[in-house]
C-alpha cells in the first residue's frame, strides 16, 4: 500500500524482493511515498552518498592517524611496578602479555590503535588500570569512555581504589552530576587539575577540552556507533586509543583482521573461575522460587532481568509475593541519578537479596557476591547482550547459574 491507498499486487516469484523496513529513529511512523515519483530512489541514493562519505572520511583518518607524530611514553618507573605489584590477584599469562603489548605499543612514537578482546570478568580492566597509569605519569591525561552512567560510577570507584596511595587525581562525568559539579569538572579537566576523567558520551561533548590527553580507552565499545567512536579521533589524531571488549562488533573485528588496528586477547580464566552454568526454560514461578532461595542460602544474591519499565513495579509485587523471604530492590535507566546510584550501592553493600532490574546491568557491573541471574523474557534479547549478562555473575570462585 502507497499513499493515497495505492495498491500494488506483488507476484508470488517476486516475493524476495520484499523485506521488512526499520525506520531509522524511534518513531514507528512510516512515510509513505506516492506510487511512480522518486522519493524512495532519492531516499536511498542519499543514504549511499552518506554511507560512502563516511567510509571515505575513516580511510583518511587512518591514513592521517599512520602519519602523524604520536607521543611516546617513557619505559616503566618505579611506581608503575609498585602499582602492578599492589593488584589484588595473579595476572594470568594471558593478561600479562596483553600488559606488555599495550605499554609496548604506548613507548611507540605513532599513535596507538589497540583492540583488547576477553572474556566477561578475564580482567580487561585492570590492563586498562595500567596503560592508564602509565599516561598519567608520562604526565598525559586519560579519558576513559563508557556506555552506562552505572559503568562509569563503577569505573570511578575503581580507577580511585586503585591509584588512592598514588596522588592520581579521577573524577567522573555523567548525568547524575549536576550543572554546577559539571562546569567545576570542565574547568579543571581544561587546566589539567583531573589525570583520569571517566565518563559516558558526554566526554565526547566539544565543550569538554584536555590540557594535554594522552590515551582514550573505550569500554565496551561495541555499545558506540561509528560516527561516535570516529568523533574522539579526529580531534586527537594524535592520543593512544585502547577499546576493550569481550563481544566485538563485526567491523571492529575486520578492522583488526586486515591490521588497521592491532589486537590482543585474552583466553585464559582467572584461577579458580567456573563455568556459568546456564539453562534456558519457560518461565515457572516454582523454578524461579528456587533458583533465589538457593542462592539466598548460601549467602548470595539475584539479578532479575525484566526488561519493561512500565511494567516492573507489578514485577517487583509478583517477586515479592512469590519470595516473601528475600528484599527485592530496582535499578533502571529512567530512574533520577540519586535514587539509581543509591538502589546499585545498597545491593552492592548486600542491603537487597535480589535486584529487580533492565538490561542497564549487561555492562561490566562487577558485584562478586551476585551469582546467579534470571533473565526474564531472554527471546528479546540479543545473542551479545545475552552473554554479558551472563557475565555479571560467576566473577569469583563459586559455580554461578544463569
Partial sequence: IYRNNDTIYVNLHSLHKLSHYRSGGESTEVNLSVIGSGAWQRIKDRT???IKDIARDLIRLYAKRRETEGYAFSPDSYLQHELEASFAFEDTPDQASAVAAVKADMERPFPMDRLLCGDVGFGKTEVAVRAAFKAVM?????????????????????????????GVVCDVLNRFRSIKERKEILQKVE????????????????????????????????????????????????IDVLTLSA????????????????????ETPPTERLPVQTYVTEYDGAIVRDAIMREKRRGGQV????????????????????VPEVTVGMAH??????????????????????????????????????????????????????????????????????
Fill in 333 to 402: 535507566g529512567q530512574m533520577t541519578g540519586a535514587v539509581l546510584e543509591a538502589n546499585m550501592f545498597d545491593f552492592y553493600e548486600g542491603e537487597y537479596d535480589v535486584l529487580l532490574c533492565s538490561s542497564l546491568v549487561e555492562n561490566g557491573l562487577d558485584i562478586a557476591n551476585a551469582n546467579t541471574i534470571i533473565v526474564y523474557d531472554a527471546d528479546r534479547f540479543g545473542l551479545s547482550q545475552l552473554y554479558q549478562m551472563r557475565g555479571r555473575v560467576g566473577r569469583s570462585h563459586r559455580t554461578a547459574y544463569a
Fill in 191 to 238: 587546566a589539567g587539575q583531573i589525570d583520569v576523567l571517566i565518563g559516558t558520551h558526554s566526554i565526547l561533548n566539544k565543550n569538554v577540552k584536555f590540557k594535554d590527553a594522552g590515551l582514550l580507552i573505550v569500554d565496551e565499545e561495541q555499545r558506540f556507533g561509528v560516527a561516535q567512536k570516529e568523533k574522539w579521533k579526529t580531534w586527537a589524531t594524535g
Fill in 247 to 266: 563481544t566485538p562488533i563485526p567491523r571492529t573485528l575486520h578492522m583488526s583482521l586486515v591490521h588497521l588496528r592491532q589486537m590482543c586477547l585474552i
Fill in 48 to 50: 549511499k552518498k552518506r
Fill in 138 to 166: 608520562g604526565g598525559k591525561q586519560v579519558a576513559v569512555l563508557v556506555p552506562t552512567t552505572v559503568l562509569a560510577q563503577q569505573h570511578y570507584q575503581t580507577f580511585s581504589e586503585r591509584f588512592r596511595s598514588f
Fill in 303 to 322: 539479578f532479575f532481568v525484566y526488561n519493561r519499565v512500565a511494567t516492573m513495579e507489578r514485577m517487583k509485587v509478583e517477586l515479592e509475593a512469590l
